[in-house]
């Protein structure tokens, strides 16, 4: 499908989901048939119409390999492999459009990841507040998820939790979203793992 090319909506969301992404490969937990994507496109086919929305990030298990030197800019599942597991959407200036319940089309992104796609896990982040909301899809609708004692949430497809972090990254002081293994184990980024192999270096 032919996409229009849209501006990001902060300097922060590309960096959010471009640090979600960096501790599951750095951790080693990505495998080559999946997709895990940023404003990438996910499609549908519903009543002869397409519809395309663009989650923040998603996670896509296994998908069919795109041909040598191709680059995948959108996704549609079933008829290009497994249906999404996880969208997040980072609510940013344009608050409302990743709530919105429209049934008709071109449909609104809450709609569409419950009723059309049916994701199981849907995520909705707040960076400025810190604020997390993670809903499960049960029964055919999403519903809220309560944190562990952690403030953390289990997310079974990747066997990790998902919780908000306060700190910097990227000359960046934000909330941000990070992965704990399910022993509690912060999953780090480069610039960790990096200072904890420099203080290994100095105390042998």
């Known amino acids: 499908y032919i996409l229009p090319d849209e501006p990001v909506e902060s300097t922060l969301q590309p960096l959010l989901a471009a640090a979600l992404r960096e501790s599951l490969e750095l951790a080693g937990l990505i495998l080559e048939s999946m997709i895990i994507a940023s404003n990438f496109g996910l499609c549908a086919n519903v009543d002869h119409k397409i519809v395309v929305k663009a989650p923040d990030w998603v996670y896509i298990p ?36 990743e709530y919105s319940f429209n049934p008709h089309y071109p449909y609104g992104k809450w709609y569409f990841y419950e009723q059309i796609l049916k994701v199981p896990v849907y995520v909705i982040f707040h960076p400025v507040t810190g604020v997390l909301e993670v809903y499960h899809l049960i029964d055919d609708s999403y519903q809220l998820q309560k944190p562990d004692r952690n403030q ?9 939790f998902l919780g908000v972090w306060i700190g910097q990254k990227a000359e960046q002081h934000s909330n941000w979203l990070r992965w704990w293994d399910p022993s509690g184990n912060l999953l780090l980024w480069g610039s960790e793992l990096v200072e904890e192999q420099r203080q290994l270096v100095e105390h042998q």
Do not use: D, Q
């Open 152 to 160: 953390r949430y289990w997310i079974e497809s990747l066997a990790l």
């Open 62 to 97: 296994s998908a069919a390999p795109v041909k040598s030197g191709e680059i995948r800019r959108s996704y549609t599942p079933h008829t290009e492999g497994c249906n999404p597991e996880i969208v997040m959407e980072f609510i940013s200036a344009t608050e409302g459009t």
